[in-house]
């Protein structure tokens, strides 16, 4: 049976919602995630992962970099990459990277955290504040 692909999710930031582009090989939220309704957000970001560790694999960037990320936008970040996790071969297919601004202890231990529980290679970036 031919792969079909998936449709690339492209998502404008706005003031309480990250950028978002997921397209074969590439998974990016970079910005602000502070919606009161982040579940309303990242169901289909979740369903598109789900669906993207079915397919054929390919070596996958993950860039997850965020000014702010509220409680409920975490559990759903967390919870993409738990699905991530699934993915055939992942320590050797999946690179995730997370940038935090320099001096952001909160941000790059929340990405420790996530890390702690998946086996899934990481690398941290830290950047200067903008």
């Given at each position: 049976m031919a792969d079909m692909g998936l449709e690339i999710i492209k998502i404008e930031p706005t003031k309480v919602t990250p950028q978002v582009?997921?397209?074969e090989g590439h998974l990016e939220i970079r910005g602000r995630s502070i919606a009161e309704n982040a579940s309303e957000f990242y169901r289909p970001l979740e369903a598109w992962v789900a669906a993207y560790v079915e397919?054929?694999?390919v070596r996958t960037r993950v860039i997850l970099s965020f000014d702010f990320i509220n409680t409920s936008s975490t559990k759903w970040v967390y919870s993409i990459i738990k699905r991530l996790a699934l993915y055939p071969n992942v320590r050797e297919n999946v690179s995730i990277e997370w940038f935090y601004e320099k001096g952001d202890e909160e941000q790059y231990e929340l990405g420790q955290i996530i890390q702690s529980f998946i086996d899934c290679p990481?690398?941290?970036?830290?950047t200067e504040q903008t």
């Open positions: 582009l997921f397209l397919q054929p694999e990481f690398i941290y970036y830290e």
